[in-house]
């Protein structure tokens, strides 16, 4: 079986976010940019997979600039066997992420695709669901356990839900998309990194897969969150009673 893994190439989880002087999105300039984190997740899940034996290819996928090669041979060095980089000059929505995925699908029939349930900088949750659904596929969403049966061909996934924990046996081929507590990637090692320069990725136009990237989406402005006003001590109860009543009326 191969598994295919969406990789999103982000603003570094640690960076602290600048808004454009513009306001039209945020600087990306000059600025660390890393594997989004659940598509850490969702890649070491595959390799996990192919070292249990029950796969035997990981293909990595990333969509965008050129420089999401980078994200891409972060990806083979943690172990991804190939990689696919759908090259697009601009942001890509996820409606076209999944439209664009789904044409990769169709070439390279694995039996699941990872996905993270989120990517960090836009927060949309929303590619796996909708590739999902192009595809007619079933659907393991915010994955937090997830265990293979080849024979019968099916993926039993813990979901982490508001209530606890809803378990769903999916038939396989299935999208799977990953929660915080799957697993916890691994790090590249000097070797790896090493070995990842001969691994092949192959460049791809959404031209060529026939998709049309434009989107009906209008980004009208970025904004910072409102400074948060600072806090005051209060010396005692009454006067605590007396602002939640007469100033914040809350009570
Ligand atoms: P989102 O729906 O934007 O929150 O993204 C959810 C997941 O979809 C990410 O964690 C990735 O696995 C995948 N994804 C979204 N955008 C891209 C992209 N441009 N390239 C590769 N994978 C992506």
Redesign the pocket.
Known sequence: MKIMV???RVVDYAVKIRVKPDKSGVETQNVKMSM?P??EI?LEEALKIKESGLAKEVVA????PSNCVDTLRTGLAMGADRAIHVEASRD?V?LT?AKLLKKLVEVENPGLLI?????ID???????QMIAGLLGWPQGTFASKVVLDKEKQVATVDREVDGGLETLCLDLPAVI?TDLRLNQPRYATLPNIMKAKSKPIKKITPEELNVDVKSDLEVVQVTEPPKRKAGVILSSVDELIDKLKNEAHVI
């Open positions: 969406a990789v999103k989004n659940f598509c969702a996928v990333s969509m965008g890509l996820p992420v996905l993270g349930k989120q990517a836009d927060d949309c949750n929303q590619t796996g998309t």
